[in-house]
């Protein structure tokens, strides 16, 4: 059976891409947490995924951070709850999202300069300032 994770309408990611793995949890939780393996680890082969253009490959990159390993594997982990599927559930969700956030192409950066109002009031403010700490100087008085 394949399972594929379906991020939109025309981006679904085959199961060959995807990996799943068990470890132990970390934290409180009393002897359930030492002998079952409850937190789940989603290792996704970012690089070699022909589904994502270069530029949502890049975004998610950048997204991913410390999670991204030098081979170009996103790992996601999840110990939020107690459940094995819960935490699977969990992790596929956070994938699904970051995918879909790198999707969005960011807004481009219209240079702005500023006004002339804007630009007197910073040379006035400087000039008050300059004045203040001017008055706080040592006056040398030569007697």
Do not use: W
Not at 64 to 71: E, H
Not at 129 to 135: E, L, N, P, V
């Amino acid at each position: 059976m394949s399972v594929m994770l379906r991020i939109n309408e025309s981006i679904q990611i085959e199961d060959r891409y995807l990996r799943v793995s068990f470890v132990r949890s970390r934290g409180p939780g009393g002897q359930n947490v030492n002998k079952v393996n409850t937190c789940c680890q989603l290792s996704f082969d970012l690089k070699n995924c022909p589904v994502l253009p270069a530029g949502v490959k890049s975004r998610c990159i950048r997204q991913a951070g410390r999670r991204m390993t030098s081979q170009g594997v996103l790992i996601i982990q999840s110990d939020r709850f107690r459940r094995q599927i819960r935490n699977r559930a969990d992790c596929f969700d956070r994938l699904s999202r970051l995918i879909r956030k790198a999707l969005v192409l960011p807004a481009p950066r219209r240079p702005t300069k500023p006004s002339a109002a804007s630009k007197r009031k910073r040379l006035e403010d400087k000039r008050h300032r300059s004045k203040t700490k001017s008055f706080r100087r040592r006056v040398s008085v030569d007697e």
